[in-house]
């Protein structure tokens, strides 16, 4: 298929990729004349995809009635031009760090449009918040003493929220669920009396708000709903203790964004390996034992159930997955089973939108006079981004095919890191075929990059055509949390950055030299 629309950003024409109205090839071309060898990989945005994504949230928020604002976590995506972007659509800045409250000023936010998150702020810091008027989130009692003694110092008054944690799963990675009872974020409802007890009587604090933030990559909208129960009913406690200041509630950020939509595209042509084939199997079978067992008197269902599960563990078929994700709903077991055996159920479009979760908190926030506070990252900024790559040849290693590129895990992380899906496509059409004319020839390969490491895979297990030398690779909704965990490692630069509007381009990063790598060490011999 050689036209294809992956987005309103994103497409395929003639089988060449274009960002908006940029050819990555042409695009390519263009830099390697700019930067030579150092000009691919590269990270490619899309302006009107970041518009387009917090006008979706805006639209929901403004049709709901309530009153809102929203905030961007810096730390999916810190680059400059994009902060200057939320800030132009009109979002607020949510900080992690002394830096990103230093650039968020720096890109024209106003202070008090920022607000400082995290669980293990330093002294200077929190100075930086108080000097300039930013919020701050308050998340131990140690951190409030901190923030206590900085504003004695300074004599200066800050507004801060309380960050709860409610021990609610948001049923994501372990290393991306942040509000269980045993996450080091936020405090457990038996410290919420001695915090205020600490802040009560004191003037220069003012408590203006409860903060809790679930995770990331949540695919569901009830534990929003969830939360802001929690959260509504210690809000009401906390103002008829004597904080009537207590106005906002800020559920945090952690939407998700549908990195598998077009995994079908490029599901593995070989199926299953005969290795695991048998193992398979057996897993497949105990899970239609368990569906047999809950569905027992629902024999009109069943049947077609188990046919639908048996079909996708194959096959993608949008419809089937649908039916089989609502029927399993109420199940979180065995749904989790089924997702672990049946990717295709994290390929149907089961991402809420951000209408879906405004609608979630709508009718029990509409109810209070509280004003609410998101913190969207990955869902303004994840999709936006594609990461544009070249190969540097194809190998065998027995059975198993490799696509090596000059991309790798010093970019984008997130495969190494959490196991994560990007998908993965040819920028252009592929030069290598059995014979002239004849059509690509398609394998099976797992793509790699160059550093010295095992884990270094950007995808496994992709049916792709087998690539020509320099053939243009993209992996995609690499926006977040990819080139803000960018590293060094193997003294790699980390990569040019394009920003597209339209049928133009601009370089918003260029790439790091040696002397960029070497800049900060002292050197004496």
């Not at 802001?228 to 964004?257: C, E, H, P, R, W």
């Not at 089937?320 to 199940?331: A, E, G, I, N, Q």
């Amino acid at each position: 298929m050689k036209e294809f629309a992956f987005s309103s950003s994103l497409s395929l024409r003639n089988g060449f990729l274009f960002c908006e109205d940029v050819q990555i090839r042409e695009m390519q071309d263009s830099l390697s004349a700019m930067f030579s060898c150092h000009s691919s990989p590269c990270f490619v945005y899309s302006k009107q995809q970041i518009a387009e994504n917090v006008q979706a949230y805006r639209l929901a928020l403004d049709n709901s009635g309530l009153k809102y604002e929203i905030g961007y976590s810096m730390k999916a995506n810190y680059n400059p031009e994009v902060i200057g972007l939320m800030r132009r659509f009109g979002c607020w800045a949510i900080a992690v760090s002394g830096f990103e409250v230093t650039l968020a000023i720096q890109r024209g936010i106003c202070p008090e449009n920022i607000i400082l998150n995290g669980n293990g702020k330093q002294i200077w810091e929190i100075e930086i918040a108080v000097k300039n008027g930013c919020l701050i989130n308050v998340d131990s009692i140690f951190d409030l003493q901190n923030i206590l003694k900085v504003t004695q110092k300074l004599e200066k008054k800050v507004q801060v929220l309380i960050r709860l944690n409610p021990d609610i799963n948001a049923e994501v990675h372990p290393y991306l669920a942040t509000g269980l009872a045993k996450s080091k974020f936020g405090i457990e409802d038996g410290q919420l009396f001695e915090l205020l007890n600490m802040m009560k009587d004191n003037k220069n604090i003012e408590l203006v708000g409860l903060h809790c933030h679930l995770g990331s990559t949540i695919d569901n909208t009830h534990v929003f709903s969830e939360c802001l129960d929690v959260m509504i009913s210690l809000a009401d406690k906390v103002k008829q203790y004597g904080f009537t200041t207590l106005s906002t509630l800020n559920l945090g950020g952690g939407l998700g964004i549908n990195y598998r939509q077009h995994e079908h595209r490029t599901r593995r042509c070989d199926k299953l390996k005969e290795s695991t084939k048998k193992d398979f199997e057996s897993e497949i079978n105990h899970l239609i034992s368990k569906v047999e067992a809950t569905f027992a008197d629902k024999s009109g269902e069943i049947v077609g159930l188990i046919s639908d599960i048996s079909r996708l563990t194959s096959d993608y078929n949008e419809e089937k997955v649908k039916r089989l994700k609502t029927l399993l709903s109420d199940h979180k077991e065995i749904l989790h089973d089924a997702v672990l055996l049946i990717p295709s159920l994290k390929t149907q479009n089961c991402i809420p939108t951000p209408s879906e979760l405004i609608a979630s908190v709508k009718e029990r926030l509409s109810k209070s006079d509280y004003r609410l506070i998101l913190e969207p990252g990955r869902s303004l900024i994840g999709n936006a981004v594609t990461f544009i790559t070249k190969v540097i040849g194809v190998k065998r290693n027995g059975s198993q095919r490799y696509i090596v590129v000059d991309g790798s895990m010093t970019e984008v992380i997130r495969p190494a890191l959490y196991s994560a899906y990007h998908h993965i496509e040819l920028a252009e059409p592929s030069t290598v075929s059995s014979s002239q004319n004849a059509p690509p020839i398609v394998e099976t390969f797992d793509v790699v990059g160059p550093v010295c490491e095992c884990g270094d895979f950007l995808g496994k297990e992709r049916a792709l055509s087998v690539p020509h030398e320099g053939c243009g690779v993209a992996v995609f909704d690499t926006g977040a949390y990819c080139a803000s965990m960018a590293s060094n490692y193997n003294m790699r630069p980390r990569p040019l950055e394009v920003m597209v509007e339209g049928n133009s381009w601009k370089v918003i990063r260029t790439p790091e030299k040696l002397e960029d790598i070497l800049s900060s060490f002292v050197c004496e011999s």
